[in-house]
């Protein structure tokens, strides 16, 4: 089993930066995908980005904005948002999968309680 806590949300002006972290503790492997997804309220959770080994994968609504990364000798997955915008606002969840840069909810086996990003206009 996997624990992830995520960290570094907090109310921003549009425009503005954000840097996500989530560090993951247990039964940790580097081979492992780390995900991002974000609830905003009342919308169903949606994918954000993921990353396996090297490989990313981002939704096209945050292409170009927001960049995945990981660290391995700190279990620590990284969602850097650049240019935020108010429809950024939600909460934002880790997740950690045994597939190789899988998208979908499902598919994700552990979850942290997630961070809240607030972006004011």
């Known amino acids: 089993q996997v624990q992830l806590v995520e960290s570094g949300g907090g109310l921003v002006q549009t425009g503005g930066s954000l840097r996500l972290s989530c560090a993951a503790s247990g039964q940790t492997s580097s081979r492992a995908t780390m995900g991002w997804f974000r609830q905003a309220p009342g919308k169903e959770r949606e994918f954000v980005a993921a990353?396996?080994?090297?490989?990313?994968v981002a939704a096209d609504s945050v292409k170009g904005r927001f960049t995945i990364s990981r660290d391995n000798t700190k279990n620590t997955a990284y969602l850097q948002m650049n240019s935020l915008k108010p429809e950024d606002t939600a909460l934002y969840f880790c997740a950690a999968s045994g597939n190789s840069l899988p998208t979908k909810e499902y598919e994700y086996t552990s979850w942290g309680q997630g961070t809240q990003v607030t972006v004011s206009s």
């Open positions: 990353i396996w080994r090297s490989l990313t």
